[in-house]
């Protein structure tokens, strides 16, 4: 398939090289998602799925005890005591982000790019996502999370199929002082965005994620192909929005330093408009800040 104009880019091949460089999430995601969806779950059953896998466990504890996650409260050293402070929701938020954070441990290029940098990125979209749907008093918060933390996961394929290819792009970016995605058209190289898509795809990742990894930088609905609800529109203009704030702010970086502004037609979806971008702002500030904690927990000891 060609999603772009000029040289045809076959995203089959890519995807099964994916297959091979990129691990998929581990199953303990999936069966935790499933139970967190049942409103009868059980304490028991969430902590018997986190326990069996005893690396995971250990990386929840540590987790769960950094200032993003726990607050004020005490600290926590058994995975039940984990549940009952953190709730279910936190818990799986803990287990999705250690699982996608695998995906971005390796080495990194020098100076231009680094997964580290994109890894923080991610988390950023992921947090200010969930901020602003809490903000507009939307539901889903927890849905906004998991899409802005893999919007990018497109990304992350590029820099391990091709890593000369991607750096490359991004000097290009830096250079040329314009965004990704338009590198991507301009080069002709494949864009992280469709890319993106195949994986959560193939991963069997919820229609949402899909719809935000393959249409984040889409600004017209018209647009977005077999996106078919308002609540799908809805989520891909949050991280929209989401992404162009962290960008802003210079938390983590993601390859470029230049991201269109929000439309004023996409403030106006979200019932939101310029006069609100202060307060916006300082809301998300807020929340990377605490971020920060969480970020040196999972941060890797080299590459």
């Known amino acids: 398939m060609n999603t772009g104009e000029g ?30 969806n049942n409103p009868d779950s059980s304490t028991f059953a969430v902590e018997e799925i986190m326990t069996s896998d005893q690396s995971m466990t250990m990386k929840i504890l540590r987790v769960a005890n950094t200032a993003f996650y726990r607050g004020s409260r005490e600290r926590v050293s058994e995975a039940s005591e984990a549940i009952g402070t953190l709730g279910f929701e936190k818990i799986r938020n803990v287990i999705l982000t250690s699982s996608v954070f695998e995906m971005f441990s390796g080495p990194s290029a020098e100076r231009k790019f680094s997964l580290e940098g994109l890894w923080k990125h991610s988390l950023g979209v992921a947090v200010a996502s969930s901020a602003l749907t809490k903000y507009m008093g939307r539901a889903g918060h927890d849905r906004a999370y998991t899409c802005g933390l893999v919007h990018d996961i497109g990304k992350v394929a590029r820099f391990k199929l091709d890593e000369e290819e991607f750096v490359n792009d991004c000097q290009y970016a830096l250079d040329k002082k314009m965004d990704f995605l338009r590198v991507e058209l301009a080069n002709q190289t494949p864009r992280h965005d469709y890319l993106g898509y195949l994986i959560c795809k193939n991963w069997g990742l919820s229609r949402y994620v899909e719809a935000v990894v393959r249409w984040h930088h889409e600004p017209n609905p018209e647009h977005r192909a ?55 702002m300082e809301t998300v500030q807020r929340e990377l800040d605490t971020t920060e904690d969480f970020v040196n927990v999972l941060e890797p000891s080299s590459g």
């Open 226 to 280: 077999n996106v078919h609800s308002e609540e799908a529109h809805e989520v891909i203009d949050i991280v929209s929005l989401a992404n162009w704030i962290v960008h802003v702010t210079k938390f983590g970086f993601s390859g470029h330093e230049h991201t269109p502004a929000p439309s004023d037609a996409l403030l106006a979806r979200l019932t939101l408009d310029r006069s609100h971008m202060p307060r916006l």
């Open 7 to 36: 040289k045809q880019i076959d995203y089959q091949l890519l995807l099964d090289q994916i297959r091979r460089n990129l691990p998929t999430l581990p199953t303990i995601v999936n069966e935790l998602t499933t139970i967190l």
